[in-house]
Structures are given as structure tokens and as C-alpha cells.
């Protein structure tokens, strides 16, 4: 289990945060901002696993031997998809501050608070510029052990190029909602037209920034010789105060440049250094940062 059931009681109280909710299926924890007070009938939708059986249509389940559930006026879930980065250089830090182990943190975490509020929750795991495996869509906290033993069974190990994997994410058709991407952003060729694309179908996106404290701050000195994690390229240096200053500086840009795009483009930005406990991340900062409330 990948946190204890204490956490899990605080994630429970918390929701997910979309400036508009989506229309889909019936739990009744969210209220919609625009079809107005009424709680009569509106429509239908085909069943989906946790789905509470007091709302299926059993008349209409007798004549078509297929189950329905009833939509009302006002009751709205949220479709709520986490994107994984599972590239190689998630692979990296020691015990509690490893990134790939802290993304998958994260995700269970945000998982449990969707499924904890009866939304629609996905994963998508993205290796390679592919999607390499999803959790199906799931709703209610009976579908938790089955993401708990998902997300263990992941690993990260495969090379970067995420806008082809959030691009490859965005083409099966799926009900808009709220996509989180957690991420070392360590890409080549960016993330921004991929993420984009999800957006142009309709989705509201939040991005989790998630790095190693010696990322951030390198605690090197002298003559060495760098080995880029995912393509082995080889880079001699001599490193000296002046020079950590200037990587300190840059990386401080980046992360800053990051964060004006995402509030250009109104996405939901939250910059982590794995140092920082991951239940502080989702019941502090996530809350700070208007991703939950």
C-alpha cells in the first residue's frame, strides 16, 4: 500500500478543482454551476463499474437487457485523467526523495481524493512517446487496491519525448475533464504542443513539476564527467562556485518560464523538490495552488 490509512482519512476530505465541472455521470458530491436548481430527470448513460445501483433504470434494464443510469438536473462528476511521466530520468534520487517513487505518490494520492468524491478517475502512463499502460476509467473507493497494484507495477525506464506521448493521449475519444501531468519535464522537444492538444479537446490541465533536490542544486565540485541518464551522452566540466551560481540561476529560469506559460494558458502549475514531504505536496501545497480545496 503505498500510504498508510491515515492519509488516506485526510485525502478523503479534499476535492479535485475544475473551474468548470464537467457534465457526466451521477454521485452527487459535485453540484453543477450551469444547468440550474432542478433535481428532475435529464437523461441517460450507460453504467460504469461503481456506479451506485440505486440510480440504474431497471424498467428500461428489463426491456433492453442493458443497465442505464438516470442523470439528473444537477449532479455532475468530474472526469479526472493523471498522466505519469516514465521516462529514465524519473529514475533517479535516493529513498524517499526518488522522483519516480514520489510521482507515483502523488498519483495514489490524487487518485484516492477523486475516487474518495465518486469522479471518473484515469491514469495514463506514458513511456517513450507512447501511452505504455492505463488504469480504466474507475470510480468509488472499492477501485483503489486495484490503482495501488497499478501504479507498483510501473517503472520508469524508457526515453523522453512527451508531447508525442500526450498527443497519443489526446486521440481516443475521451469526456472532458481534468488532466494532471506529473513530470520532471526533462524533454527534449518540451511537453507544451502536447499538453495543448489535450486542452484543445476540451480538457482543463494541471502540471505537478516534480524534481531531485541535487537538480535544483548540485552538490558537485571539480573535474567531471556527466553521463546523461536517458541517451548516455558524455560531457566533460570543471565545476567551480561560479559555475553551480549560473546552474542555479538557469534552472531557476526554466522553472519560471514554465510557470508563466502554464498561466497564459490557464494551467494549474505546481513546482515540487523531492526533499519536501509528498503529504505535505497533496494536502499543502496541491490546496495552496487551488488544484484542490
Same mark, same amino acid.
Given at each position: 500500500?503505498?500510504?498508510?490509512?491515515?492519509?488516506?482519512?485526510?485525502?478523503?476530505?479534499?476535492?479535485?478543482?475544475?473551474?468548470?465541472?464537467?457534465?457526466?455521470?451521477?454521485?452527487? !458530491?459535485?453540484?453543477?454551476?450551469?444547468?440550474?436548481?432542478?433535481?428532475?430527470?435529464?437523461?441517460?448513460?450507460?453504467?460504469?463499474?461503481?456506479?451506485?445501483?440505486?440510480?440504474?433504470?431497471?424498467?428500461?434494464?428489463?426491456?433492453?437487457?442493458?443497465?442505464?443510469?438516470?442523470?439528473?438536473?444537477?449532479?455532475?462528476?468530474?472526469?479526472?485523467?493523471?498522466?505519469?511521466? /516514465?521516462?529514465?530520468?524519473?529514475?533517479?534520487?535516493?529513498?524517499? !526523495?526518488?522522483?519516480?517513487?514520489?510521482?507515483?505518490?502523488?498519483?495514489?494520492?490524487?487518485?484516492?481524493?477523486?475516487?474518495?468524491? /465518486?469522479?471518473?478517475?484515469?491514469?495514463?502512463?506514458?513511456?517513450?512517446?507512447?501511452?505504455?499502460? !492505463?488504469?480504466?476509467?474507475?470510480?468509488?473507493?472499492?477501485? *483503489?487496491?486495484?490503482?495501488?497494484?497499478?501504479?507498483?507495477?510501473?517503472?520508469?525506464?524508457? $526515453?523522453? $519525448?512527451?508531447?508525442?506521448?500526450?498527443?497519443?493521449?489526446?486521440?481516443?475519444?475521451?469526456?472532458?475533464?481534468?488532466?494532471?501531468?506529473?513530470?520532471?519535464?526533462?524533454?527534449?522537444? /518540451?511537453? !507544451?504542443? /502536447?499538453?495543448? %492538444?489535450?486542452?484543445?479537446?476540451?480538457?482543463?490541465?494541471?502540471?505537478?513539476?516534480?524534481?531531485?533536490?541535487?537538480?535544483?542544486?548540485?552538490?558537485?565540485?571539480?573535474?567531471?564527467?556527466?553521463? $546523461?541518464?536517458?541517451?548516455?551522452?558524455? %560531457? $566533460?566540466?570543471?565545476?567551480?562556485?561560479? *559555475?553551480?551560481?549560473?546552474?542555479?540561476?538557469?534552472?531557476?529560469?526554466?522553472?519560471?518560464?514554465?510557470?508563466?506559460?502554464?498561466?497564459?494558458?490557464?494551467?494549474?502549475?505546481?513546482?515540487?523538490?523531492?526533499?519536501?514531504?509528498?503529504?505535505?505536496?497533496?494536502?499543502?501545497?496541491?490546496?495552496?495552488?487551488?488544484?484542490?480545496?
Amino acid at each position: 500500500m503505498l500510504f498508510d490509512e491515515s492519509t488516506l482519512r485526510k485525502l478523503n476530505q479534499l476535492t479535485l478543482v475544475a473551474s468548470r465541472v464537467r457534465s457526466g455521470a451521477i454521485k452527487g !458530491e459535485r453540484r453543477s454551476s450551469h444547468r440550474g436548481s432542478s433535481v428532475e430527470f435529464a437523461d441517460y448513460r450507460n453504467y460504469t463499474a461503481g456506479d451506485d445501483l440505486r440510480r440504474l433504470d431497471w424498467n428500461i434494464y428489463a426491456r433492453l437487457e442493458k443497465p442505464f443510469i438516470k442523470l439528473l438536473e444537477e449532479e455532475e462528476d468530474l472526469a479526472v485523467y493523471v498522466l505519469i511521466d /516514465g521516462s529514465r530520468s524519473m529514475d533517479w534520487g535516493d529513498g524517499e !526523495e526518488h522522483k519516480f517513487n514520489y510521482a507515483l505518490k502523488l498519483a495514489a494520492g490524487i487518485g484516492a481524493i477523486a475516487l474518495g468524491a /465518486g469522479d471518473l478517475l484515469s491514469v495514463g502512463f506514458l513511456q517513450g512517446g507512447r501511452v505504455a499502460a !492505463e488504469f480504466s476509467p474507475s470510480r468509488g473507493g472499492y477501485a *483503489l487496491p486495484r490503482l495501488f497494484k497499478f501504479l507498483e507495477s510501473l517503472e520508469a525506464k524508457a $526515453d523522453t $519525448d512527451l508531447n508525442a506521448s500526450l498527443k497519443a493521449y489526446s486521440v481516443p475519444p475521451r469526456r472532458a475533464g481534468l488532466v494532471v501531468l506529473i513530470s520532471d519535464l526533462f524533454a527534449a522537444d /518540451g511537453y !507544451e504542443s /502536447g499538453l495543448r %492538444q489535450l486542452l484543445s479537446r476540451g480538457h482543463e490541465a494541471a502540471l505537478i513539476h516534480v524534481l531531485s533536490p541535487d537538480e535544483v542544486d548540485p552538490p558537485l565540485a571539480g573535474d567531471l564527467q556527466l553521463v $546523461d541518464i536517458e541517451t548516455d551522452f558524455q %560531457q $566533460d566540466v570543471s565545476i567551480d562556485g561560479g *559555475l553551480r551560481n549560473l546552474y542555479k540561476a538557469r534552472v531557476h529560469d526554466w522553472i519560471q518560464s514554465i510557470q508563466t506559460d502554464c498561466r497564459k494558458h490557464g494551467i494549474r502549475y505546481l513546482d515540487l523538490v523531492t526533499s519536501q514531504p509528498w503529504e505535505q505536496a497533496l494536502l499543502l501545497e496541491m490546496r495552496r495552488t487551488g488544484m484542490v480545496k
